[in-house]
């Protein structure tokens, strides 16, 4: 499997990103401020750092968390 990197996430997320704010859709204020918070993030990072999924939790190369997707709240 390709080793997924910055660049990989930071395509997806952008997307992500301009969906939200077009409202083709409407995720939650706290998943909202994860995106936009996430594709800054990742912006400011080289685009060949290499990214790993540990949960619900973004890890760069050096071990330390990028960011973690909110929690779904059980109504």
Known sequence: MKKLDVQHFLGIYQIRKRMQENG????????KK????FVKKLS????????KIDGKSFIDSKGNIIATI?????K
């Open 24 to 31: 083709v859709t409407n995720p939650s204020n706290e998943v």
């Open 34 to 37: 994860f995106t936009k918070d």
């Open 44 to 51: 400011e990072m080289p685009l060949d750092e290499e990214v």
């Open 70 to 74: 909110p929690a779904e709240k059980i």
